[in-house]
């Protein structure tokens, strides 16, 4: 969450940022930049050299600016270019970096040649990775003295893979979390340093399970950094096949013949980067909120009646409810390419 002051322009981003009820996984397009040179404490020039690398999601975005206000060491920034496929521009972790005063490197292949040598010139000590869209190679992954620190939003080793707050969502989770983790070749099975649990409510969106397990995962990170400047701290070796691999999320259709709880949860999950949807007089709309209003009776599965304000109600498999519905399913008109990995 915001700190001490540190830059208005920072500042103002940050309370930006924390002033969201939700949390995004994927880019986020701000467009606000800096116009008067950095005015905050200097970062620090002792202590580990850290490159953190990421995209600009509300969640990559909000633990660089922890690091920045825990004045770190901070050797350069690395953003990707996979995701910028349609306007490519400078990215906000850039911009942040930028003002900052400190190196930005692009990768739109972080195991490319050129890449790795850059990296590999600034010395680092540690790399930290949060919601990065790329996965990398065992060679990229031995560039640092320590190596790679994964920040995955789950109780690694369930739900490994690209999306774990969706699937906490659908699969009905009784409680979320963080976890810390060193990274190696394959995905989101290494060593684990710290990790965080919370309850998910029975309200909770990926959103707002993102959020607040972001806040979690700062005191973690701070732990793991304090731990790593004094010696190795104690890892624990994930039982990989005891946990879940989940794939990238891809739209997910409504069926009517699907109980209230399951619905629920798709619309839950999918708050706030990718609603379900639902196909209507030759329209795709997306459900955006649900609300039971009784068991079904004889009512016929589907679409009922419009009720006004882009609410309908809907017979579903057990219970008739209403909901909300839009023809724009997210802000982020952004998804992963093939073989990309978010976070």
């Not at 949390?23 to 970062?43: K, N």
């Not at 009784?174 to 409510?201: F, K, M, N, S, Y």
Request: hydrophobic share 40%; net charge neutral; with cysteine.
């Amino acid at each position: 969450m915001p700190g001490e002051a540190q830059d208005p322009w920072l500042d103002e981003l940050a309370a930006t940022l924390w002033e969201k009820p939700q949390f995004s996984m994927v880019p986020i397009d701000y467009e606000a930049v800096p116009l008067r040179p950095y005015a905050g404490p200097p970062l620090g020039g002792e202590g580990l050299r850290l490159v953190f690398v990421g995209i600009p999601s509300d969640y990559g975005t909000a633990f660089l600016l922890h690091l920045v206000q825990r004045r770190v060491n901070l050797a350069a920034v690395v953003c990707s270019t996979r995701w910028q496929r349609t306007h490519p521009k400078a990215d906000l972790l850039a911009r942040i970096a930028g003002h900052l005063g400190r190196p930005v490197e692009v990768a739109a292949n972080a195991n490319a040649e050129p890449f790795t040598r850059s990296l590999r010139r600034y010395e680092p000590d540690l790399v930290i990775m949060a919601s990065f869209d790329q996965i990398l190679s065992a060679d990229t992954l031995a560039i640092p003295r320590l190596g790679w620190i994964n920040i995955h939003p789950s109780l690694l080793p369930r739900h490994r893979g690209p999306e774990p707050l969706y699937w906490t969502i659908t699969q009905g989770d009784p409680e979320g979390g963080i976890t810390l983790h060193w990274t190696v070749p394959q995905i989101d099975a290494g060593p684990i340093l710290a990790q965080r649990r919370t309850p998910v409510a029975a309200d909770d969106t990926s959103g707002t399970l993102c959020k607040r397990l972001v806040s979690l995962g700062m005191n973690a990170l701070d732990e793991t950094l304090d731990r790593l400047a004094t010696g190795n701290p104690p890892t624990v070796l994930p039982a990989v096949g005891a946990g879940s691999y989940e794939p990238p999320v891809r739209p997910a259709a409504i069926s009517w013949n699907l109980p209230f709880d399951q619905v629920e949860r798709l619309v839950r999950a999918g708050q706030p980067d990718q609603p379900p949807y639902f196909g209507w007089r030759g329209e795709r709309l997306y459900l955006l909120s649900l609300r039971r209003l009784r068991d079904r009776g004889g009512e016929r599965l589907g679409i009922l009646e419009e009720v006004g304000e882009g609410r309908i109600l809907a017979a579903l498999k057990d219970a008739v409810v209403e909901f909300s519905a839009s023809r724009t399913g997210h802000s982020h008109a952004l998804r992963p390419l093939r073989h990309q990995e978010f976070p």
